[in-house]
């Protein structure tokens, strides 16, 4: 019986070093092929650095449009701060050479100015909704407000001269 126990414990330690081993290499190779699936050419960090630096170029002529036609543009500022944040950490990956950095920065400070241009001419379009108004409200108030105190000063002179008791006629 004894016998029977040291064989079932050699297979199972030959099983366990040949399982650890197995992993040890399937470890080993899907590093490796993450290792070269995740290579990035100088030219495509290059094209996506490019592509992220118009983005921002154009949110920030969003901004400055929005901006100008009134509009809260803070949280559209703080956004683009971030994007430009990635941007830069993109070049100085770049200029080091590690282009595979260079490439997820910039393609992360894109991803954070999706929708950013939409957003930024929906603020737009509401404060020149709003400064509109505010104009229509002030002239057209002004104006009525004019009207009426005309208006209210004649009746009141009309009243008062009605009132006026003509003299020299019953004396």
Same mark, same amino acid.
């Not at 994007?83 to 590690?98: C, D, E, V």
């Given at each position: ?19 650890? *081993? ?19 050419? @100088?030219? @495509?960090?290059? !094209?996506?650095? /490019?592509?992220?630096?118009? +983005? %921002? ?7 400055? +449009?929005?901006? /100008?036609?009134?509009?809260? %543009? ?7 701060? @971030?994007?430009?944040?990635?941007? !830069? ?7 080091? !050479?590690? =282009?595979?950095?260079? *490439?997820? =920065?910039?393609?992360?400070?894109? +991803? /954070? ?10 603020? &737009? @379009? !509401? ?6 108004? +505010?104009?229509? =409200? ?10 009426? %105190? ?12 009605? &009132?006026? /008791?003509? &003299?020299? &006629?019953?004396?």
């Amino acid at each position: 019986m004894g016998g029977k126990l040291n064989k079932h414990k050699g297979k199972l330690v030959i099983h366990f070093f040949l399982l650890f *081993f197995i992993l040890i290499w399937f470890g080993y190779v899907c590093l490796s092929v993450n290792e070269v699936a995740g290579e990035v050419s @100088e030219a @495509e960090a290059k !094209s996506a650095i /490019k592509a992220a630096d118009n +983005d %921002v170029l154009v949110c920030y002529s969003a901004v400055a +449009d929005a901006s /100008k036609a009134g509009a809260n %543009v803070t949280a559209l500022l703080i956004t683009l701060n @971030e994007a430009g944040g990635l941007l !830069s950490k993109a070049k100085l990956a770049y200029n080091n !050479s590690n =282009f595979t950095s260079a *490439f997820n =920065f910039a393609v992360q400070s894109q +991803d /954070k100015l999706k929708g950013f241009v939409g957003e930024a001419e929906g603020l &737009r @379009e !509401s404060a020149m909704q709003a400064n509109y108004e +505010d104009f229509m =409200f002030n002239v057209v108030g002004s104006g009525v407000g004019a009207v009426a %105190v005309l208006v209210g000063g004649y009746i009141v002179w009309v009243i008062l001269k009605r &009132r006026e /008791k003509p &003299r020299g &006629r019953g004396r």
